[in-house]
Each structure stands twice: as structure tokens, then as C-alpha cells.
């Protein structure tokens, strides 16, 4: 049976999942499961939590079901970042020496920031509202910190393709969705996006049928991501 990459039916914090099986080649398949639109709160992810709770359940049961989940045989796992970091062990994107990892573990926390940053600032939420309430105008000093490390190297860790440079695409791509401009002061990190959407199994996945540009984040109570006519 071929793994399966249970989440949304959006992009959210499981797209680098989905970016690292296209290129590693293995064929799964893309489990989504859709918001009750137009639903009280309470209803809103029924069709997941079905299948959260028999995910729960009986012999091999998943230890914390959760979204996004990574299932194939006896493996069974959730939390994006831990999915990734599977992933990319046992398929050769991953650090080599004690000393790359460390940097590797740095990179890891510094991206995923980066990205909940957005994702605070899209929810209806006060603490988001609260953290990042000009956070357009904060864009730049953030891909500022990015752009000073990357300098002139392929990727984060050189020369070689890890798991953490698929978690800085799309952080990269969806902060571009939200505001155009956000890459143009930083030569290097377009040629690093660029560069990223030209490996051809990626060019390949994007030109398909099975990548979606939208919607960038879950539900309707966004307050950006979800439609793109709210762009």
C-alpha cells in the first residue's frame, strides 16, 4: 500500500510534506479532508474528527492523532516538523555530521517562526493580532535575517538539499502570495526560490494537477489565506 499524508485541503504547515514525497519519488496518496463551510464552530472539522477518533483507536492506533499524520505500514506519525524530520533521514535530506545538525535544529526552529509569523497574524486571534499587528511592514527585517544567512550558498546547509529547505520555500512562497514585493530587495533568496521551484520533480509537482496554490491556510475564520479573492 502506498503512505498516505493525511491534512486540510489546503496548504497550511503540511505542503513541505507534500513538496519532499514529490521529490524523493515515492508514490502516496494525498488523504484531505475538507471544512464544513457555512457551519457553527462546533461542526467546522467534522469530517476530520470521524476519522480522529477511529485513527485513535484499537490495535496500531496512533500514539496523538492529529493533522497532519504520515501513515505507511507500521509507521505512523504526526506533527509536521517530526514527519519531516523522518523523511528526511531516511531519505538522504538530512544533516551528515553532529555539527550540521546542530546548525540543521537552529534552522528548523528559526523557518518554522518564519512561518507561524503569517499564520499568527492570518487568524482572527488577539494574541496574533496582539504579537504581529503591523506585521506587513515587518516582512522585510524577517526575509532580511533569512537573506544575510543564506548569502551566497545553494542552500541552508551548502551544498546539499535538506529537509529544512523545503520548510523554507514555502514559507518564502506563501509570505510572497501574501505580499508580492516581499522578495525583491533580496537577489538571493529569488534565485534560492527559483532555484527550489526548478528541481525537476518540484517543476513536475507544481505543473500538475495535484498541487493546489490555493488555499494557502484552513478554515474560514482567516483573514487571509483562505479565498484568493481576499488576497
Known amino acids: 500500500d502506498k503512505p498516505v499524508l493525511g491534512y486540510w485541503n489546503v496548504r497550511g504547515i503540511a505542503q513541505p510534506i507534500r513538496y519532499m514525497l514529490e521529490y524523493i519519488g515515492k508514490p502516496y496518496e494525498n488523504k484531505v479532508y475538507n471544512f464544513k463551510e457555512d457551519a457553527p464552530p462546533s461542526e467546522l472539522r467534522a469530517e476530520w474528527l470521524k476519522d480522529k477518533e477511529a485513527l485513535g483507536r484499537g490495535d496500531g492506533a496512533m500514539d496523538f492523532p492529529n493533522l497532519p499524520y504520515y501513515m505507511d505500514g507500521e509507521v505512523k506519525i504526526t506533527q509536521s516538523l517530526t514527519i519531516m524530520r523522518y523523511l528526511g533521514r531516511k531519505n538522504g535530506l538530512f544533516a551528515q555530521t553532529n555539527e550540521e545538525e546542530t546548525q540543521q535544529d537552529l534552522l528548523e526552529a528559526q523557518v518554522n517562526d518564519l512561518r507561524w509569523h503569517l ?6 486571534d488577539v494574541l496574533g493580532s496582539l504579537r504581529w499587528s503591523n506585521y506587513p511592514d515587518a516582512i522585510e527585517g524577517q526575509m532580511k535575517l533569512v537573506s544575510d544567512y543564506l548569502g551566497a ?8 538539499l535538506t529537509y529544512v529547505d523545503f520548510l523554507l520555500y514555502e514559507a518564502l512562497d506563501q509570505h510572497r502570495l501574501f505580499k508580492r514585493d516581499c522578495l525583491d530587495a533580496f537577489p538571493n533568496l529569488q534565485e534560492y526560490h527559483e532555484r527550489f521551484q526548478n528541481l525537476p520533480a518540484i517543476k513536475s509537482y507544481l505543473a500538475s494537477e495535484r498541487f493546489r496554490d490555493w488555499p494557502v491556510f484552513g478554515g474560514p475564520l482567516k483573514r487571509w489565506g483562505y479565498k484568493k479573492e481576499t488576497c
Open 153 to 160: 550558498k545553494k542552500w541552508l546547509l551548502g551544498d546539499r
Open 119 to 124: 499564520i499568527d497574524y492570518c487568524k482572527y
